[in-house]
């Protein structure tokens, strides 16, 4: 499929595009940009460099992709913003470039990002992760693979949520969210296993009673985190859930919710 560029949209000449590109009516593409074969960016939509993209990357109407970082000590160095494959952001989704010289924003691949979502400056966020509307990043949040932000959820800069996180609706998350946990209130508290997205990624009953015991441990025996992690870890752990859980909590700077 050739590459098609509305005569109205407005593409730097040092602007580089994939095969297959798609750009529609008045949408912005600045220099420093590199998009991906089969990209679509519609109508409105700008995207800002240095950006990476990889293909298939689909950009609603006024999305704004790649713009400098907005930390106040940004001085205009040269970032970066790294996108993987299959991603889609829909209308008014905002990504910000790194603000350190050399560094990145990245995100990974298949992910989705709903209206008016918005990642800051160096955060990192893996493979299939939603991010329902106006669900916020502040800068170094990373986010794991198969995460759902929902809907006005903000989470504080340098904070980590775990894989298959889950965060409820109008979340204040200022700690750390451990992997297949569900946090939910302001300021966020982790309220139970997210069990439907553990059946979803293919995971058996035995890996759920895990986490569901990992669960109980660190928030319903009334023993410290520590003495919760020691005593996971003398468990049998066949699933490999105790040890994905330990090595996060274990790795947390904030402390987990």
């Not at 992910?111 to 992760?129: A, P």
Request: proline share 4%; hydrophobic share 35%; net charge negative.
């Amino acid at each position: 499929m050739a590459t098609e560029i509305h005569p109205t949209a407005v593409v730097d000449p040092k602007a580089e595009l994939g095969e297959g590109v798609q750009i529609g009516p008045y949408a912005v593409i600045r220099a420093g940009v590199q998009l991906g074969d089969g990209c679509v960016v519609h109508n409105h939509a700008t995207l800002d460099g240095p950006s990476e993209f990889g293909p298939n990357n689909v950009f609603y109407s006024y999305s704004s992709i790649g713009q400098r970082s907005q930390d106040l000590k940004y001085q205009g160095e040269p970032t970066w913003l790294r996108v993987g494959e299959g991603n889609t952001f829909r209308e008014f989704c905002t990504v910000n470039r790194a603000t350190s010289p050399g560094d990145a924003t990245v995100i990974g691949n298949h992910n989705y990002f709903l209206t008016y979502s918005h990642v800051g400056h160096d955060c990192v966020v893996g493979d299939h992760c939603i991010f329902s509307n106006n669900g916020t990043l502040g800068g170094h949040v990373v986010v794991g693979n198969h995460v759902i932000v929902s809907g006005l959820t903000a989470v504080h800069q340098f904070c980590r949520i775990g894989d298959h996180g889950f965060t409820g609706g109008c979340s204040k998350i200022v700690q750390d969210i451990p992997p297949f946990m569900i946090a939910d209130g302001n300021p966020a508290r982790v309220r139970a296993i997210n069990v439907v997205g553990m059946q979803r990624r293919g995971f058996d009953e035995v890996a759920v009673r895990a986490a569901k015991r990992a669960h109980r441990k660190l928030y319903r025996d009334g023993v410290t985190t520590s003495v919760a992690l020691a005593e996971l870890e003398k468990e049998d752990d066949p699933t490999g859930v105790y040890a994905t859980i330990i090595d996060f909590v274990k790795s947390s700077e904030r402390g987990i919710h």
